[in-house]
Nanobody, 123 residues
Framework: QVQLVESGGGLVQAGGSLRLSCAAS????????MGWFRQAPGEEREFVAA????????NYADSVKGRFSISRDNAKNTVYLQMNSLKPEDTAVYYC????????????????WGQGTQVTVSS
């Protein structure tokens, strides 16, 4: 199983930007599909974005389309989430996840998870 560590979270004003990173180790990163999820207090974990093993395909939740962008650098074993035009409702703990066979929205198909990084957007 690949191990994942997120970074890049923090406090930002509405309209601002953040870039999250997720560094992988202990596996062949390029063989994994990667996803980003988030969880706000009292809410279920929700899908944000996912990317194929080579970065050729990506998909997004409707709530972040046009504002967030997922990318990966297989040479650096890292997946990124660029978040622009942030809104207070984007406040959550953001998690990256890895799957060998799946790059969709259902968290049950991801076998490895990071510990999460807090993103707080102030109004």
């Amino acid at each position: 199983q690949v191990q994942l560590v997120e970074s890049g979270g923090g406090l930002v004003q509405a309209g601002g930007s953040l870039r999250l990173s997720c560094a992988a180790s202990g596996g062949t990163f390029s063989s994994y599909r990667m996803g980003w999820f988030r969880q706000a207090p009292g809410e279920e974990r929700e899908f944000v974005a996912a990317i194929s093993w080579n970065g050729g395909r990506s998909n997004y939740a409707d709530s972040v389309k046009g504002r967030f962008s997922i990318s990966r650098d297989n040479a650096k074993n890292t997946v990124y989430l660029q978040m622009n035009s942030l809104k207070p409702e984007d406040t959550a703990v953001y998690y990256c996840a890895a799957s060998r066979y799946y790059s969709g929205a259902d968290p049950r198909h991801y076998g490895s998870w990071g510990q999460g990084t807090q993103v707080t957007v102030s109004s």
